[in-house]
């Protein structure tokens, strides 16, 4: 029977909740865990610090005066600004309203993802570890052991989504009222897109918001993106660039992963 551990590491302002699977729990599996937690919790307090736009010697809070040395120096910031811009230029500007200079919640899933590779796959070694799971406010990376049939479960209105390996990024209406009026039939109220790069499906998702059902369905099509939104009109299941319409259900609901 699969066992499970979880652990919070707050940080960068969120919740960075760690999900282990184990065939069976015991105290190595609880020293796993510890130790875990430990090192990602030093990786992301030095990401907080580098990253915060709360202070003003930060990389952020440098950029946004003028100074372009951190493109230079950072690996993770390059990696988000280049991306944002490619983003930003593929879709006709409907990623810069959401980048407006600050990197801050690109920062966020670059870092699930860096503390997913570094902290977390190589528990894998162990046996005894069957499935690994990092989430952080609206986005989380899943993988499981090859081996095993044990497959991490995310339940929505539209779609139960059985996961062994990727990302999904989630984002909703509310924190982008200012750019686009919920009331417009246009509007995507909830959207979720399922990737392999955490980066990738979190810009996909702000792009989705940003952009409106109209636009980012062409920008689905173009891109071969899979994942679900719902506007005022209706919901779509996308898969690979192909669309499902369906008749509009309220409530989509990616808060709560599941385990199977």
Not at 135 to 154: D, L, M
Not at 191 to 206: K, P, R, Y
Not at 228 to 242: A, H, K, P, R
């Amino acid at each position: 029977m699969t066992e499970f551990l979880t652990k919070t590491i707050n940080a960068m302002n969120i919740p960075f909740i760690i999900r282990l699977a184990f065939n069976k729990t015991d105290d190595k599996s609880e020293d796993i865990m510890i130790n875990t937690y430990e090192k990602m919790n030093a990786f992301l307090e030095k990401i907080d610090l580098e990253y915060s736009p709360f202070r003003d010697d930060s990389l952020v809070s440098r950029f946004q005066r003028g100074d372009k040395q951190p493109l230079l120096n950072s690996e993770a910031f390059k990696s988000v600004y280049s991306k944002s811009v490619v983003v930003g230029e593929l879709t006709n500007g409907s990623f810069e309203v959401y980048f407006n200079g600050d990197p801050t919640k690109l920062i966020k899933s670059w870092a699930i993802e860096q503390s997913f590779n570094r902290f977390m796959v190589p528990l894998f070694e162990n046996e005894n570890v069957i499935g690994i799971s990092l989430e952080g406010r609206g986005n989380a990376k899943f993988a499981v052991r090859p081996s095993t049939n044990f497959e991490w479960e995310i339940k929505t209105v539209l779609k139960t989504y059985k996961m062994r390996y990727g990302s999904i990024s989630t984002s909703k209406i509310n924190s982008r009222t200012k750019y686009l009026e919920k009331d417009q039939m246009d509007a995507i109220q909830e959207l979720a897109v399922v990737g392999n790069s955490l980066v990738d499906t979190d810009i996909w998702a702000n792009v989705g918001i940003t952009a409106g059902t109209m636009k980012f369905t062409n920008i689905i099509r173009n891109f071969y993106l899979s994942g679900m939104l719902i506007d005022n009109q209706e919901s779509v299941i996308f898969t690979e660039g192909i669309l499902g319409r369906h008749q509009n259900k309220k409530g989509l609901n990616l808060d709560n992963i599941k385990e199977k």
